[in-house]
């Protein structure tokens, strides 16, 4: 995803346990459109030395942005379509797809699809860019 987006996360840090409160999706609006994301456990911000969890959908629409972290998509509903560097791979629920670093990924959805995505870590603190939305 990579857009900088207004949402905190709900997150409560202890000793044992992070609780990560439920929050609804939202849509971006602006030039992200109808786009929906929420982001779990932090914000792709910055650099990060642990994972990112995000939860998104698709509805008959297309995300594109190049990354220097992984990104693996598990399709939660519906069907995603995955491209990156000539590569195409279509996900249904429970199937995952990760897009390794250093590359553009363009996921779309021809009718809807509802992910969880994780981001691995981005240490040095890259940035995502050359992103792209767009409705089918």
Same mark, same amino acid.
């Given at each position: 995803?990579g857009? /900088?987006?207004?949402?905190?996360p709900? /997150?409560?840090t202890?000793n044992?346990?992070?609780?990560?409160a439920a929050? !609804?999706?939202?849509?971006?609006g602006? %030039? @992200?459109g109808?786009?929906?994301?929420? *982001?779990?456990n932090?914000? !792709? =911000?910055?650099?990060w030395d642990?994972?990112i969890?995000?939860?998104w959908t698709l509805d008959s629409r297309? @995300?594109e942005? *190049?990354?220097?972290?992984? %990104?693996?998509? *598990? =399709?939660?509903?519906g069907?995603?379509h995955?491209?990156?560097?000539?590569?195409?791979?279509?996900?249904? !629920?429970g199937?995952?797809a990760r897009v390794n670093?250093g590359? /553009?990924?363009r996921? @779309?959805a021809? /009718?809807?699809?509802?992910?969880v995505?994780?981001?691995?870590p981005n240490p040095e603190g890259l940035e995502s860019?050359? *992103?792209?939305?767009?409705?089918?």
């Amino acid at each position: 995803m990579g857009a /900088v987006i207004e949402q905190t996360p709900a /997150v409560t840090t202890g000793n044992a346990i992070d609780f990560c409160a439920a929050q !609804p999706l939202k849509a971006l609006g602006g %030039e @992200w459109g109808r786009l929906q994301c929420r *982001f779990i456990n932090a914000h !792709p =911000v910055g650099a990060w030395d642990d994972f990112i969890l995000s939860e998104w959908t698709l509805d008959s629409r297309a @995300w594109e942005d *190049f990354h220097p972290h992984s %990104e693996t998509a *598990f =399709v939660l509903e519906g069907e995603l379509h995955i491209e990156s560097q000539g590569k195409t791979v279509i996900l249904r !629920p429970g199937d995952s797809a990760r897009v390794n670093p250093g590359g /553009v990924g363009r996921y @779309w959805a021809p /009718v809807y699809a509802r992910m969880v995505t994780i981001y691995g870590p981005n240490p040095e603190g890259l940035e995502s860019h050359s *992103f792209r939305y767009s409705e089918l």
